[in-house]
């Protein structure tokens, strides 16, 4: 292994010669079911080996990165204007820090290199990486305040790593959020991570912001967040990142369609008890409310459950139980949240002992070792929809519930 400082300059020479590629990553939209956006990921080509940004990226000065940042704007672009036949409205997705934002000069590149492309400013999302602080924060809102005003608009990544995350959605101008992958990376055995993603899906609402959450790697995570409302998701279980040729012939291999409906996995149905559970603490005595927690209610697990065949099981015991009092005239709102949790636990208990992707998407620690065009690879398409087909043929189609 190279010396730290060999490293170094090896990586920089490599940015100053251009041996720069760039890998796409797709983002989905999930109530269309259609890939709205590829987000560009550096690589650093030296000979056979191709160096992932976690290597070179700390190593590089600041006017390395924006030598990277501006080959990188400029081949997606380019990329952009190739896909016009198969993805003629597909977004670019590309990552700038704080440091090169605040030099000043990130707005009038992407300006010029928007013209000279000849792609619409709407077209390209600036996203905000956490690497770096901000040496001149006043010099930033004025980067990304021009960049708004042309069109473009403005992603905060890895939201809910580092508290100076949230910080920045206060002090800068954001129209989009992305969660961090770390939120999702244990909920096979903490599923409830899903109510602070829940949290960040209200707080997107609340603000006018579009969200997207990383790390989605299983057909369960898709299912879930499905289930709980995320507009937008990307990750190994959708496709990895890939060069321009394979992901040209990903999105051109076809189209599923997006479905509605009630979850199809056990992560899905603790979503699915989640968004109950928000209903019910949100105003328990609200009588416009009471319909939502009844068991014909589109949040009820009723059909999950017998569909499962746990109904009889002590899980779909405990929500009898508590659908008995939810159907009630009155509610006792100390018995409905004590059966409310119980079946909380219950479910979280068979969200552990399930598992995630019984239904053939590798678990999280097999994605590691797939071909980089991902798990999902041959599934899941741009303009149609994203739909996988299991071992029993049963298909899992990800979109607005």
């Not at 829940?198 to 609402?205: C, G, I, K, N």
């Not at 004590?338 to 019984?358: D, F, P, Q, W």
């Amino acid at each position: 292994m190279m010396g730290s400082n060999v490293a170094r300059s090896r990586y920089r020479a490599l940015v100053a010669e251009d041996r720069i590629e760039v890998h796409y990553q797709p983002i989905i939209a999930v109530r269309r079911g259609e890939v709205i956006a590829i987000e560009a990921l550096a690589r650093l080509r030296d000979g056979d080996r191709l160096i992932q940004p976690d290597a070179f990226l700390p190593q590089l000065t600041a006017e390395d990165r924006e030598i990277l940042f501006q080959s990188v704007l400029r081949r997606g672009i380019a990329y952009l204007r190739h896909l016009a036949a198969v993805a003629p409205a597909l977004s670019l997705s590309i990552n700038v820090d704080a440091e090169v934002l605040s030099r000043g000069s990130v707005s009038a590149t992407i300006e010029a290199a928007l013209a000279a492309g000849s792609i619409l400013p709407g077209r390209l999302i600036v996203e905000l990486l956490e690497s770096h602080e901000f040496p001149d924060l006043g010099m930033a809102r004025h980067e990304l305040e021009i960049l708004r005003r042309a069109g473009v608009a403005i992603a905060i990544d890895d939201l809910g790593v580092e508290f100076s995350t949230l910080k920045r959605v206060q002090r800068l101008p954001v129209d989009y959020l992305k969660i961090d992958k770390a939120f999702l990376a244990d909920v096979a055995q903490n599923p409830n991570d899903l109510v602070f993603l829940a949290a960040f899906v209200t707080m997107a609402q609340e603000l006018g912001m579009k969200l997207c959450v990383e790390g989605v790697e299983t057909l369960d995570m898709l299912d879930a967040l499905r289930i709980m409302g995320a507009p937008m998701v990307q990750g190994f279980g959708i496709a990895r990142p890939m060069p321009e040729a394979a992901l040209s012939s990903w999105l051109a291999g076809g189209a599923g369609r997006p479905i509605k409906g009630p979850p199809r996995t056990m992560l899905g149905a603790f979503a699915l008890h989640t968004r109950w559970l928000r209903v019910f603490l949100f105003a328990p005595n609200e009588a416009s409310l009471v319909h939502y927690l009844r068991r014909d209610s589109k949040l009820s697990l009723e059909g999950f459950l017998r569909r499962a065949g746990l109904d009889r099981a002590p899980l779909g015991v405990a929500y009898a139980d508590l659908m008995a009092l939810t159907d009630q005239d009155t509610l006792k709102t100390a018995a409905v949240h004590a059966a409310a949790e119980r079946v909380r636990v219950l479910l979280t208990e068979a969200v552990i002992a399930h598992g995630l992707s019984k239904a053939g998407t590798p678990a999280r620690a097999k994605a590691a070792r797939q071909p980089r065009q991902g798990i999902a690879d041959r599934s899941v398409r741009q303009g149609g929809g994203i739909h996988r087909s299991d071992e029993s043929g049963a298909e899992l189609i990800a979109s607005d519930f």
